[in-house]
């Protein structure tokens, strides 16, 4: 027995040695784990390095934020990274020296051991540069696969519905995370309905989920179907197209865009794929024969900013919104920050300070320059006055060609291309008036320069004078050039379109223009002169019916029509040059720049146009790395309130680490190929998973392991935004207009908010059913937003919004139980209340119609307990109650009493918040 049990002993030691020898033998040959620059490294330098050596500084002639300088020689003549030879690198040495002037990071912190072994190892192993995860285009990933589970908190069953939960899932079992079990029906039909239409179910819809009329597919199919549909997600990317109906700065005259905000809606509704969406906003006018909508389309980036402010610069303000386009292109189609390369190469992402203005060039070509009409703009005449225009035009066709034709028409829809009087110099008796019109006094003289008439007889002038008897005289090229027109000015009933015959040049030269009327006093304006085109001659000169032609041409040109600004380029003879700026600042210009888009990003295709449209297609190239992922990543956050990337605004290497990077992927990958770029599709993949329908409800375990929901072991629960705050309380109290599309709407607000000095321009109350119109439609003025908006954070939309910041404070509670928007959506709810005989029943059927969910014991009670106080109060001051209630001609206590439950209902947290 004791020799068995000695060979048991000597076999397990022999085993031991060997095993261990095993081990050991495969620490010495295993092959050595790679560092990851993307993931080790560069979070290293961003944090510790950039700041000094990189795209602001480069102290010591040595930059860690692209390749080849990070490997170039340094002012020491020798590079301080040797790939391969981490002990001869002086970027390591530094790390290591004691002396705090040679030591890096300089007068900071030393790097931590774990730090420099990384970066040692990496430089031994060949430095090798990596992009960013996000610079490389999303692949088709595999779907994890995760089995049916069983919670150990409930007991329920843990079932992925489609591919999202397999990836959640697999995520949460990893770090020992339980999901919540589904959400209610009720819970679920709520928030199913605030996320896809912004709005509560409609009681017939109810009604249908709850009796299992509805499968949870046909549900989301009819909310997707909807007209609401449109206008919740276009208040989305309204935010992101700094949509407004003011032009901001001081003056913030008004503005009329709410044509494109229509479209957004009718794109939406439509479901237009994200691509031709991209397309058309970008560049739609450059499209072959674009459609009246694809033009509406491009005033997303007419959102820009105008100042109307005297004494401005037309040229500056013009430079700030196209360096605004270039910067909002960035932020809302690639979740980059290019605002910061507009004066120096990114401090942690590889875009080059001269790449800014290769993305510039794309838009500096624009016609708009900061006018007080905001011209280009769109006209849009009535059928009758379209009739006319196809009259023209077939006259053109007929007596001369298709472009001749187009031209003209191009010339009544946009009154372009034209010479803004802003361009004159050289004044002499003269001057810009308010800095905008061209007013020339008596004798008076001025040049404009570098100008094409296209050979035309006639010259077109907008103007307006209060003067008989201005004699102008233009002559080519300066004082004692040959005389080009000759003409008189005389009164005019404001502004108007004339034109004036015209020596035909073809070719480009100066014009100098001379004033004359001698009975004016000094200093007086002869006239006041908008702007200065030239077409060629209208053809078929000498045929029957010229005259009532061209008679039919001026008339329609000086119709007063609505319009809306819009994008477009200018004509080869009018290009500008775009021009590298020194340190950002416009006035100190340097080398000439093509366009071109970042090489970090994806590659250009040589068939594109080098122009707005082929910047448009290279952004939604299935080759694009960051196009499909920013716009997953912001519906996403859209339905959970927190993006897979949680710094929505920024994808580059100082942005959070997605949460489930496989996952975005997949969502990418899906939306190009699968979906055809096609949102609703994309939405219905996110609401039908599991991960969206389980219940929100947490406690002390599940926060404290995962506080922001990181990995979704909870459903979405969030503060609703600021227009489907006043959008529910509206439908709650049957107050809400459906009606759609249309002029923005001024619904109640307190006095005294808007202080317009230079307009006059009042807030006047909206009536009928404009006044209970959707948030979405509500009149926004940049300097003076809805105060109700602005309170539950929606912004003034001077600049794109990326996401809202949410806020919880007093003035909300304040706005819900006072504003006069909200206290009369109360009244109107606490009447329906009424209308039940027992208050305990009219409380719980109001909080029913608000909640979707019966009422407990403990709310019924103390809403029961605030109605007697305030019935008791208003019982006893008749006079109070009036004037609580002015909607009412003969208010009771008790409707009073009721009106401040319903406040009090619609004022819950759960109201508020989707859950």
């Not at 020898?21 to 490294?41: G, H």
């Not at 992925?160 to 209610?184: G, R, Y």
């Not at 472009?403 to 110099?425: D, R, T």
């Not at 039940?836 to 407990?856: C, Q, V």
């Amino acid at each position: 027995m004791s020799i068995i049990k000695g060979l048991h002993i000597r076999t397990v030691i022999v085993l031991l040695f060997v095993t261990l020898a095993i081990v050991v033998t495969y620490n010495l040959v295993k092959p050595e784990q790679v560092v990851s620059f993307s993931s080790d490294i560069k979070p290293i330098l961003n944090k510790h390095c950039i700041s000094c050596h990189g795209g602001v500084k480069k102290n010591g002639g040595f930059s860690l934020l692209f390749e080849e300088e990070a490997f170039a020689k340094t002012e020491s003549g020798i590079p301080a990274i040797i790939p391969g030879d981490a002990k001869n690198s002086s970027f390591i040495k530094r790390l290591h020296e004691s002396d705090p002037e040679l030591r890096m990071p300089y007068k900071r912190p030393a790097l931590s051991k774990e730090e420099i072994t990384l970066l040692t190892k990496w430089i031994d192993q060949g430095a090798k540069w990596g992009a960013h995860w996000a610079y490389s285009a999303p692949q088709e990933v595999e779907i994890p696969k995760h089995q049916e589970t069983a919670n150990v908190i409930d007991g329920s069953n843990i079932r992925p519905v489609n591919e999202i939960d397999h990836f959640i899932l697999t995520k949460l079992e990893e770090q020992n995370i339980q999901p919540n079990a589904l959400a209610d029906s009720t819970t679920l039909i709520r928030r199913l309905s605030l996320d896809i239409t912004g709005l509560p179910p409609s009681e017939s819809l109810f009604k249908q989920w709850t009796t299992n009329k509805l499968s949870y597919s046909a549900l989301t199919d009819s909310l997707l179907s909807k007209n609401t549909y449109g206008e919740k997600w276009a208040s989305w990317w309204l935010d992101l197209a700094r949509y407004a109906d003011s032009k901001g700065y001081e003056k913030d005259n008004g503005r009329t865009m709410w044509r494109y905000r229509d479209w957004v809606i009718n794109a939406f509704n439509e479901n237009m794929p994200f691509d031709q969406f991209t397309v058309d906003q970008l560049a739609g006018d450059l499209l072959d024969d674009p459609t009246t909508d694809q033009m509406i389309a491009t005033a997303f980036h007419r959102n820009t900013m105008n100042n109307d402010e005297g004494g401005t610069d037309d040229e500056e303000f013009r430079v700030a919104a196209v360096m605004d386009r270039v910067n909002t292109t960035f932020d809302v189609w690639q979740s980059t920050t290019m605002a910061c390369v507009q004066c120096h190469s990114h401090p942690y992402d590889p875009f080059k300070h001269e790449e800014y203005y290769g993305i510039m060039g794309f838009f500096n070509n624009t016609r708009d320059e900061d006018t007080p009409g905001d011209e280009p703009v769109i006209k849009f005449y009535n059928d009758n006055q379209r009739d006319k225009i196809d009259n023209v035009n077939q006259w053109i066709e007929k007596h001369g060609n298709q472009q001749l034709a187009k031209s003209y028409k191009n010339f009544l829809l946009f009154n372009e291309p034209i010479y803004q009087a802003h361009l004159a110099e050289d004044f002499t008796n003269g001057e810009l008036q308010d800095t905008k019109w061209l007013s020339l006094w008596d004798n008076g003289s001025c040049y404009l320069k570098d100008i094409y008439t296209q050979g035309s007889s006639y010259i077109y002038l907008k103007y307006w004078t209060n003067n008989n008897g201005t004699k102008i005289i233009i002559r080519e090229k300066d004082k004692n050039g040959q005389i080009l027109s000759s003409f008189t000015l005389n009164k005019t009933n404001g502004r108007t379109i004339d034109r004036f015959p015209l020596k035909s040049i073809d070719y480009k030269t100066d014009l100098y223009i001379e004033a004359h009327n001698s009975s004016l006093g000094p200093q007086q304006g002869t006239s006041s002169i908008v702007w200065f085109g030239f077409l060629e001659d209208l053809p078929g000169k000498q045929e029957s019916g010229y005259t009532q032609i061209d008679d039919s041409f001026l008339s329609l040109l000086n119709i007063r029509t609505p319009t809306l600004p819009i994008m477009l380029d200018n004509p080869s003879y009018m290009a500008r040059e775009n021009r590298f700026f020194e340190r950002g600042n416009w006035l100190l210009k340097g080398d000439t720049v093509k366009p071109h888009t970042p090489p970090a990003l994806n590659e250009w295709n040589p068939d594109w146009p080098n122009t707005r449209l082929g910047l448009s297609k290279w952004l939604v190239s299935k080759q694009n790395p960051l196009t499909a992922r920013t716009v997953v990543n912001r519906i996403w956050h859209q339905l959970f309130g927190r993006g897979i990337v949680s710094t929505l605004e920024d994808m580059g290497t100082q942005s959070e680490p997605p949460s489930h990077r496989a996952l975005l992927d997949w969502l990418a990958f899906r939306l190009m190929n699968e979906h055809d770029w096609q949102l609703k599709p994309l939405i219905k993949d996110i609401v039908m998973s599991r991960t969206y329908r389980q219940s929100s409800k947490s406690n002390a375990a599940l926060y404290n392991t995962d506080p922001e929901n990181k990995f979704y072991a909870r459903g979405p629960r969030h503060r609703l935004s600021a227009e489907q705050v006043r959008d529910q309380a509206l439908m709650v109290s049957g107050l809400i207009s459906y009606k759609m599309g249309g002029p923005s709407v001024m619904p109640p607000q307190p006095d005294g908010i808007w202080q317009t000095v230079y307009s006059g321009a009042k807030w006047t109350e909206s009536k009928g059913e404009d006044k209970y119109r959707r948030g979405i439609y509500t009149y926004l003025k940049r300097t003076s937003p809805y105060p109700s908006f602005i309170s539950f954070d929606a912004g003034s939309r001077e600049v794109c919004t990326i996401r809202r910041t949410i806020t919880n404070t007093p003035l909300q509670a304040l706005v819900t139980l006072n504003d006069p928007v909200y206290l009369e959506a109360s009244f109107y709810l606490a009447e329906q209340m009424l209308e039940k005989e027992d208050i305990r029943e009219a409380i719980a059927y109001g909080y029913r119609r608000a909640m979707f969910t019966d009422i407990s014991e403990t709310k019924i009670s103390e809403l029961e307990k605030l109605y007697d106080e305030a019935f008791t109060e208003f019982n006893n001051d008749s006079d109070r109650t009036k004037d609580f209630l002015s909607y009412d001609a003969t208010p009771t206590a008790k409707e009073a009493a009721m009106t401040v439950v319903a406040g009090a209902i619609m004022n819950l947290d759960e109201f508020l918040t989707k859950s």
